[in-house]
């Protein structure tokens, strides 16, 4: 692969080949970034809804038992 790049100018290698790499894999990059953010974010929805319920089912629980404590 060095070879290749070996005898063209440097904006070749930094410039020209990201910029057609974007072009190219562009919408395939940002359905992976979509994809990853979206499960990310219903991963968060996910965690957020458990602890609600641990701490609903806790706080009930707790103020149940010092009640029968009475």
Not at 23 to 44: D, E, P, R, Y
């Amino acid at each position: 692969m060095r070879e290749i790049f070996a005898g063209l100018p440097w904006w070749v290698k930094w410039i020209a080949v990201p910029v057609i790499a974007l072009v190219v894999f562009g919408g395939l990059i940002a359905s992976v970034l979509h994809f990853v953010v979206w499960l990310l974010f219903k991963a968060l929805v996910f965690v957020a809804l458990v602890g609600g319920l641990i701490y609903v089912v806790r706080k009930f629980t707790t103020s149940s038992s010092s009640r029968s404590d009475w």
